[in-house]
């Protein structure tokens, strides 16, 4: 018996093979990112367990937690959570869509550029918060006032990246669109418009970050509920507690919905033409 469970070592150690170097940079380059988050994730709980910061200041994370657990259980969260995706989705969504139709208009016409985008430069240069006064009058403090600041976030960037991508399309698969007697609309479809996704996708990802922070803003001045509004009301409430747990919503949120855009542009690049 003892001889073999040395021969079951022995053969599992010889089959055993160290890690090769490019497997160690892959995990090098995918732990890298959580460092810093980490290392600041330690220094609140030590600071909070040992008193170098106060609670009044930036409460315990335990406390924290506890009051995200206590919002769950409510459903509160959900509620408030649900609010603030509808709003991002329609207006980040009316923002890209209209977005990529104008800057594609852009780039495939020199005339309409001259005429448009001087004075779409000089209308973009106003914060998005600059049109808050204007809108409120227009349209009011309800949910039309928040879909209109989100969707102009969102569509700036990604007006502009969809110009850039469509003007950069390769002079080489031009020509070979041209030796195929390809159509006005063949070239746009096949050639230009799949050789600018990675810059459109860049543009999107920039247009969802703009849209969440103005969305979150947007909550704080003018809405009651909502994670601005859950925002505010702890800070109002001066309860810090709810305050940082909303935070660590948005932030998370923010960064799943980045991970996952990411994936989809990764996804619309296979078989475009290189």
């Known amino acids: ?25 892959t995990i090098g380059w995918t732990a890298l990112p959580w460092i810093a988050p980490i290392a600041l994730a330690l220094l609140w709980m030590l600071g909070s367990r040992y008193g170098w910061i106060s609670a009044q200041v930036l409460p315990p994370p335990a406390l924290v937690f506890e009051t995200l657990g206590a ?34 208009l852009l780039g495939l016409s020199r005339t309409l550029e001259a005429y448009v985008l001087p004075s779409f430069n000089a209308i973009v240069q106003v914060p998005v918060l600059g049109w808050l006064p204007f809108l409120m009058i227009v349209a009011g403090i309800g949910e039309p006032l928040k879909y209109l600041l989100i969707g102009h976030a969102a569509l700036v960037p990604v007006t502009l990246s969809t110009l ?67 925002i505010v009301y702890g800070r109002q409430l001066f ?7 909303a935070v660590l919503i948005v932030g998370a949120i923010g960064y799943v919905a980045d991970r996952l855009l990411n994936a989809f542009e990764r996804r619309l690049q296979r078989g475009r033409p290189v």
């Open 239 to 245: 309860q810090l507690d709810l305050v940082l747990a």
């Open 71 to 104: 919002l769950v259980k409510s459903g509160e969260l959900w509620m408030h959570v649900s609010a603030s995706m509808t709003r991002a989705a329609v207006g980040f969504g009316s923002g890209v869509a209209l977005g990529i139709v104008l800057g594609g």
């Open 1 to 25: 018996m003892a001889n073999a469970l040395t021969r079951v070592f022995l053969t599992a150690d010889r089959t055993r093979r160290p890690l090769s170097g490019e497997t160690l940079r």
């Open 164 to 230: 850039q991508g469509f003007r950069g399309t390769p002079r080489a698969l031009q020509e070979v669109a041209a030796v195929y007697r390809y159509s006005r609309w063949q070239v746009i479809t096949r050639v230009t418009l799949p050789s600018a996704i990675p810059v459109i996708g860049t543009g999107v990802r920039l247009a969802f970050t703009k849209a969440w922070l103005t969305l979150v803003v947007v909550e704080l001045v003018a809405s009651s509920e909502g994670l601005g509004y859950l």
